[in-house]
């Protein structure tokens, strides 16, 4: 097997031993095109920062139990004070007292517009026309219940992040391989669709000689030429998706789809090392999947959610610690030396217990188990599709491996049928249909062979994929 693919090497593998580097072109193997595309892959990106943003909403719930200082200030200035209107029997009927009455109403009628009072009352305004008031408290969540369970599920909202990450890390790994794998094919495919053109064009020079010297028939020299013709429409085409392929496989690695990379590996060397019999006897218990672990994060956050429902109903303590200072006066003085300022401060604690909510607490706590539910029912069903896919993956992989053979096989018997049909054709004893008949039966088994390696390296991933075996963010 091994004679066979080095036999087919030779005749097909590019020599860039002799090519200069070239500054502006990225030369990369498998391995460092994967490490690229985990780095600067858009999916593999926005997975982190999820992460990120999880992380940061995981300290937002914690810090909602630790201490909470706020400050405020207020300054107010009364345009237009308010009026009181007091019982004029409130007052001694002494004559002090109503001077010192007349004096103030007196006063409300100079700095303001007069005040009509009605009969037996006394219009009074109490304060000052401006007030500063500074205030900081300090508060403390004692005991609620929601806020435990609200830690917890934090925790697993983070565990349904980082599992979401590893799922990105292994479709980008398989985006970054597939297309890795595109490119080398549709390389090989070109440098392939070349020497055979060069060959055939070759047999078609020397069969138009033959023919001018009236040893062949016409037939010959068109049979070639059609040959011909559709190698060349080929190589077209194949050259129109070699470009395609490195632009899809700069996406897959998230650089520019102008940027010139170089694969640097081998199609056949790739094969070869993606040719791994044991994985096929590779067993994993089921939960170690990747998909169906999220599936598990994602019932434990749904029953969760059932206890901070059920727990919203006890009751919630919090204690808190108030001081603030205030300074009053009819004008702006508040930045004098001179100015008085009068503290204040209260401790205390707040009780606050949920007596009766019309049945809502308890529609919402059935919503919350139903979800549960159906989260059991989707881990169950994942459980089931994984175990599908785990026998799917290696029923593919297996023919993959097999094809491989018998392509390497066909190529070998192509290439012998193919050689002695032409031998037999400038002897003149073989037909120009029948030399185009084998020529075209040595061009399909040169494309199976290149596609039976590239499914091979495809399928090998999508099998490490459902096994789980490649979590490149663990291993990070």
Do not use: H
């Not at 549960?372 to 599908?388: F, G, K, P, V």
């Amino acid at each position: 097997m091994k004679k066979l693919i080095f036999l087919f090497s030779s005749l097909f593998c590019l020599s860039a031993s002799a090519q200069e580097p070239d500054p502006d072109r990225l030369a990369l193997s498998l391995e460092e095109a994967i490490a690229l595309g985990l780095e600067n892959n858009y999916s593999s990106l926005k997975s982190e920062k999820e992460v990120e943003k999880t992380l940061s909403q995981k300290w937002e719930i914690i810090s909602q139990g630790l201490p909470q200082i706020n400050g405020n200030v207020d300054y107010q200035n009364f345009l237009k004070q308010p009026v009181t209107l007091l019982p004029a029997a409130a007052f001694d009927n002494t004559q002090a007292t109503i001077d010192v009455v007349e004096e103030y109403f007196e006063g409300i009628q100079r700095n303001d517009q007069p005040v009509n009072a009605p009969q037996g009352f006394i219009p009074v305004r109490f304060g000052t026309k401006q007030n500063v008031t500074a205030t900081a408290t300090w508060s403390q969540l004692i005991f609620d219940g929601s806020y435990i369970v609200g830690v917890q599920s934090a925790r697993t909202l983070l565990q349904i992040a980082k599992n979401a990450k590893i799922k990105t890390d292994l479709e980008v790994r398989k985006a970054v391989i597939n297309a890795y794998g595109n490119v080398l094919m549709a390389r090989q495919s070109v440098d392939i669709l070349e020497k055979n053109l060069e060959n055939v064009t070759g047999n078609l020079n020397d069969t138009q000689k033959i023919f001018e010297n009236g040893l062949a028939e016409e037939e010959d020299v068109e049979q070639l030429k059609i040959t011909r013709l559709g190698l060349e429409n080929n190589l077209n085409r194949s050259r129109r998706m070699l470009e395609i392929s490195y632009q899809l496989l700069n996406m897959a690695m998230g650089i520019p789809v102008d940027r010139a990379v170089i694969p640097t590996d081998d199609l056949n060397t790739l094969a070869l090392q993606f040719y791994d019999l044991q994985l096929l006897q590779e067993n994993i218990p089921i939960e170690e999947n990747i998909d169906v672990r999220i599936a598990q994060n994602s019932a434990e956050a749904a029953r969760i959610f059932v206890r901070l429902e059920k727990a919203k109903a006890l009751p919630q303590l919090t204690g808190f610690l108030n001081y603030g200072t205030s300074g009053y006066s009819d004008s702006f003085t508040f930045f004098n030396d001179d100015q008085e300022y009068y503290q204040q401060s209260i401790l205390g604690v707040t009780l606050n217990v949920p007596i009766f909510s019309s049945g809502m607490r308890n529609a919402r706590t059935k919503q919350k188990q139903l979800e549960y539910e159906q989260a059991l029912l989707d881990l169950e069903e994942t459980t089931n599709r994984i175990s599908l896919e785990i026998d799917a993956a290696k029923a593919d992989y297996r023919f993959s491996l097999e094809n491989f053979e018998a392509q390497q096989e066909s190529l070998a018997l192509a290439e012998r049928i193919e050689n002695k049909n032409q031998i037999k054709f400038f002897e003149g004893l073989a037909s120009s249909f029948e030399l185009s008949e084998a020529q075209r039966q040595l061009y399909s088994a040169q494309q199976n062979l290149l596609q039976a390696m590239l499914e091979v390296i495809n399928n090998k991933v999508e099998l490490e994929n459902v096994l789980s075996t490649k979590t490149y963010s663990e291993e990070d």
